[in-house]
């Protein structure tokens, strides 16, 4: 037998290896058929199948054992077997249970979009705005907890996570000493460190970039700008750290680097871990080679005030009095 | 009287220690097994046996043991699951208390038909009199040279270790189990892979209830075989029942499977009837995450025809008209008691015991208990009762480990059957909180639906 295997995802087939998670094997087709997926990630070993925003319907098993399977599964630790069939977004069950699993999640979420840094390049807003309801049905109070710095240059907000566990594998896998981890139980689960023990080594605060809320944000950051007033752009630097090799996006207002992030890709997930001297301590532009702007997706937020998609809006054209708003706006952007 | 196999000899005194259990034959099975059979031909005669697993999903047990993966050079672990922590469930923990030898005696039978030289038993941390109590056993049986290197003369050898856990019902979960033993968070894995191929710190593993692993004594004493001769269809052998709530006798009962549930109801044998002269009103059958039933529906099938304590038969009619056998924790609810009041509590306990890693059941479980918490204390509205079942259908299946399930189904099943009491509530909000609704029509005889006739068209 080959190594691979045939998937059929939402009527479209594709080859993939075998031992690839139903979820890869969508990315490998790419578009709209890719599910959602907020613990996954796959640079951490060990980690999804907990939001269960992924989930799927495995309509046949495989070639050799046809059946489907008897519930929805969690499409990124499911893999494929030669033959599978598997509904996305073709199917409705999938889809209002993903609605359920996005409700759920957003019952005891305090919905302070407008002044949390995370907006703009929040997963879970991208989520509630595709499949949640414009209203919601929790009217009970929600649970809170109080913020804390974990350090000098990271704050933790528990009221805004969801509990992905990405930033303990994080910790886990990427730095030598596992500072934190969860305390205590069921919807009173928190992410804690050990006595607000300040999270301390040289690639923490990659735990901001894997986080898919605004649990942890960047106190370097922290109410500077929303992101969708910053342009990102792609530059390096040689890193004396051993593991860090100083490629990085930068997001700049204006002259300033506002704060560094490491590179993302399409699916939101970082291209290499970057270490903290170049995240926190290097922020001015003569520390780096910038090499180009940051190709950023038309459908994210952050590419409505982009150089790439710099092009007025057809309403715009129509309306005098927009196209002169429209020009002020760019004249003070470009203002430097 | 009917046969018991477990609660043979729990009236003598002293079966606790180790000299009386072997005057009333005890250790037979260990003597037999080591020195006459193969650990395949013991797997075959559980198999034979049709034993289910006791803890509650009722999984063949021989099967399970076979699905164990041997590759050479890994060692391979036998785990018994004493973490009983459900609702209404007290079997494992009397089991234990009164025979803990039972219990040492199937550990060293299964973990020899398994290969495993090294066994524990997780016990549930509240039950520290039972670890005890097991601890000393373990000793006494050592020294009787039942345990440690070479029994019985026979070269083989078996540690038998108690680990007591940290009292969550969680752990009670096969995976989230072997987390604990192994000293993290007790968060269910997610399957696969499953123990069976790679479970305590990544060997073979199976894992199994105190019940499960007390049923193969008997079986290796008298056969399997005639082990199957006991009970009704593929639900062989004896139950250990927990009966709590408003009984004349509560406590646990070992029954043979296949008694009709009215008999252990009424007769003087078992339960004895409901207390104080009243009338039943519902049961939960096996423990608190399985659907709860109206008392006519326990006593009968929705066609009129008498249930039985089984497997198949307390689950005819699936979850429409069915429950569960479940761990066998039947809790009996007289005309007094509150549905809305027993669902919140048990939303509750689920809400409670969350482990809080994926998020249907964390944050559903607290919203469904502040729903049932609102409607039970007279504030809620009718739209209430339907978010209720669309948030409970939101939950179901659609978690890592079944504690999801578990949480869904007992507030299901209340509404689906006691949809008039949640109403009750919603409209006499005054008086729900001062009176009952009482028995209402729940113990009337079930309406047979006279079929109607398809007309041609």
């Excluded at chain 1, 929040?122 to 919601?136: I, P, S």
């Excluded at chain 1, 704050?155 to 969860?182: E, P, S, W």
């Excluded at chain 2, 004895?272 to 099938?301: D, F, H």
Aim: with cysteine; aromatic share 8%; proline share 5%.
């Amino acid at each position: 037998m080959s190594d691979l295997v045939k998937v059929t995802i939402d009527g479209i087939t594709v080859e993939v290896e075998n031992g690839t998670t139903i979820l890869n094997a969508a990315r490998q087709i790419g578009g709209d058929i890719v599910p959602p997926a907020m613990c996954y990630y796959s640079k951490l070993k060990g980690s999804g199948g907990k939001c269960r925003t992924c989930i799927v319907k495995v309509s046949k098993g495989s070639e050799k054992d046809p059946r489907p399977m008897p519930k929805l599964v969690a499409s990124c630790r499911t893999t494929v077997m030669d033959g599978m069939e598997v509904l996305n977004i073709t199917s409705p069950e999938v889809l209002e249970a993903r609605a359920g699993v996005v409700e759920i999640l957003l019952i005891n979420h305090p919905l302070d979009c407008p002044v949390c840094d995370q907006a703009g390049e929040c997963d879970l807003q991208n989520l509630g705005y595709e499949h949640g309801l414009q209203k919601t049905r929790y009217e009970f109070e929600r649970r809170t907890f109080d913020r804390i710095d974990i350090g000098d240059k990271i704050q933790l907000h528990m009221n805004r996570c969801i509990l992905c566990y990405r930033c303990v594998f994080t910790a886990d896998q990427i730095t030598n000493k596992r500072v934190h981890g969860i305390l205590n139980r069921g919807d009173h689960s928190e992410i804690s460190t050990y006595i607000q023990t300040a999270v301390d080594n040289d690639f923490s605060g990659n735990v901001i970039d894997v986080c898919p809320v605004g649990a942890l944000t960047d106190r370097t950051f922290r109410f500077k700008n929303r992101v969708w007033f910053t342009k990102p752009v792609d530059a390096h630097r040689n890193c004396s750290h051993e593991k860090c090799n100083g490629k990085v996006t930068l997001w700049y207002k204006g002259e300033d680097v506002l704060r560094v992030t490491a590179r993302k890709d399409q699916f939101g997930e970082v291209e290499e871990f970057i270490c903290n001297e170049c995240r926190f301590d290097k922020k001015k532009t003569s520390d780096w080679t910038l090499e180009h702007p940051t190709h950023i997706s038309d459908t994210s937020v952050i590419a409505s005030n982009h150089y790439e998609t710099f092009k007025p809006l057809p309403v715009i054209k129509e309306n005098l009095a927009l196209q002169e708003a429209n020009q002020r706006e760019l004249e003070k952007t470009f203002k430097i | 009287m009917a046969r018991k196999l477990l609660l043979e000899h729990i009236n003598v005194p002293g079966i606790n220690t180790l000299a009386v259990y072997r005057e009333k034959g005890g250790y037979r099975a260990v003597e037999k097994a080591l020195k006459t059979l193969t650990p395949e031909e013991i797997v075959e005669e559980v198999k034979k046996s049709g034993l289910r697993g006791r803890g509650g999903a009722g999984f063949p047990t021989g099967m399970k043991w076979s699905f164990l993966a041997k590759p050479e050079g890994v060692p391979r672990y036998l785990v018994c699951n004493a973490d009983e922590s459900e609702p209404g469930t007290f079997k494992d923990r009397y089991l234990m208390t009164h025979i803990p030898h039972a219990l040492i005696e199937g550990m060293i039978v299964s973990s020899f038909a398994l290969g495993a030289n090294t066994s524990y038993i997780y016990v549930r941390g509240e039950m520290m009199p039972q670890i005890r109590i097991l601890e000393r056993a373990i000793e006494e049986a050592k020294a009787a040279g039942l345990l440690g290197k070479n029994i019985l003369g026979t070269g083989y050898d078996l540690e038998l270790y108690v680990q007591p856990g940290g009292g969550a019902y969680i752990c009670g979960e096969e995976t989230a189990l072997l987390e604990s033993l192994e000293g993290k968070r007790g968060n269910p894995r997610i399957k696969p892979p499953f123990p069976a191929i790679a479970g305590l710190y990544g060997c073979p593993t199976v894992v199994n209830n105190v019940e499960s692993i007390a049923a193969v004594v008997p079986i290796i004493n008298d056969g399997g075989d005639e082990y199957a001769k006991i009970g009704i269809g593929r639900s062989t052998g004896t139950k250990l029942i927990s009966a709590s709530g408003n009984l004349v006798k509560p406590g646990v009962y070992e029954i043979e499977l296949g008694l009709p549930v009215e008999e252990f109801i009424y007769s003087d044998e078992y339960c004895g009837g409901i207390a104080n002269g009243k009338r039943l009103k519902a049961t939960v059958a096996g423990g608190s995450s399985v659907p709860i039933l109206p008392a006519n529906l326990t006593l009968k099938y929705a066609n009129g025809e008498p249930r039985l304590m089984s497997y198949e038969s307390l689950s005819e009619g699936g979850f429409a008209t069915g429950t569960m056998l479940g761990s066998g924790g039947f809790i009996a609810f007289d005309e007094d008691q509150c549905i809305v009041r027993n669902t919140w509590n048990f939303s509750r306990f689920y809400h409670h015991e969350s482990c809080g890693q994926c998020s249907p059941c964390r944050e559903g479980t607290g919203w469904m208990e502040k729903i049932l918490h609102k409607i039970e204390h007279g504030h809620g509205s009718m739209e209430d009762i339907d978010l209720l079942w669309d948030v409970q259908r939101k939950i179901e299946g659609n978690t890592i480990c079944p504690l999801g399930d578990a949480a869904a189904w007992p507030v299901a099943s209340a509404i689906r059957h006691f949809r008039d009491e949640f109403e009750w509530h919603v409209k006499e909000p005054m008086k729900s909180q001062s009176t009952n609704y009482g028995l209402a029509n729940y113990a009337n005889p079930i309406e047979k639906k006279e079929e109607v006739k398809q007309e041609n068209l």
